[in-house]
């Protein structure tokens, strides 16, 4: 009877022994589990924190890029008003308004007819402020000889010393015969001559102007076609110069 309670005793104290081992086995197994899973945990967020580290680099240098073609559009952008600018500034300068567009516009007009630009830019640069002329002008006519024609008062003088004379082409007949008078749709040219030969000539169709600067005196002419065929009427006026 005691020799069947003490095996029974040895059993249960064996049977005690493997449930400690088995639980401890159990414990060192869930502790073997949660090293490794906190160090495949560790090493997932170390990959994670260097992708991420990756990613931030590539965004800052995309950033650092975009900088820069930021500031090379500002400096385009910068330029291109500095032209816009000077564009406005220089039409400000350069194209007339008010009373010089209406001058402007003139002059246009006069070239288109045919005045000569160097005869504009005398009259212009001749012209001055409150200039004070004589009442009373003066106007004369002769017949503008042409390469066959010569006959008859060829010249007409004013102030008693300038002489003014010229030549025209010849105006042609259906045929093509030339005339002895000048055709007045065609250019001609006048000349001044003053006392001891200095000359001012002017080209271009009529009407035409220039003018001749003696000491203190500017003589202005008009040039225009006569009434009378063949003829050219001048029209004088002595101003006060300068």
Not at 64 to 71: D, G, K, V
Not at 101 to 124: C, H, I, T, W
């Amino acid at each position: 009877m005691s020799l069947g309670l003490r095996d029974a005793r040895r059993a249960e104290r064996r049977r005690r022994r493997r449930r400690a081992v088995t639980v401890l086995l159990v414990l060192g197994g869930l502790v073997l589990l949660g090293a490794l899973a906190y160090e495949s945990g560790s090493r997932l967020a170390e990959l994670e924190t260097d992708a991420l580290r990756g990613e931030i680099d590539q965004q800052r240098r995309v950033i650092a890029a975009l900088q820069q073609q930021l500031a090379q559009t500002e400096a385009l952008r910068q330029q291109a008003e500095a032209r816009v600018r000077e564009w406005e500034e220089r039409y400000a300068r350069d194209v007339p308004t008010g009373a010089a567009r209406a001058l402007f516009a003139k002059v246009q007009e006069r070239l288109s007819e045919g005045l000569a630009p160097d005869r504009l830019a005398l009259v212009l640069s001749n012209a001055t402020a409150g200039t004070k002329c004589d009442p009373v002008q003066e106007t004369r006519r002769f017949q503008l000889p042409t390469p066959i024609g010569r006959g008859g008062q060829s010249s007409v003088s004013f102030a008693g010393a300038i002489v003014v004379t010229g030549e025209g082409q010849s105006a042609r007949a259906p045929d093509g015969a030339p005339h002895a008078w000048f055709d007045p749709a065609q250019p001609v040219t006048i000349v001044a001559i003053q006392p001891g030969g200095a000359r001012t000539e002017t080209t271009g169709t009529l009407p035409l102007t220039f003018s001749v600067v003696r000491g203190t005196s500017e003589h202005r002419f008009l040039v225009t076609e006569s009434d009378l065929r063949g003829f050219v009427s001048v029209t004088a006026e002595r101003c006060d110069y300068p």
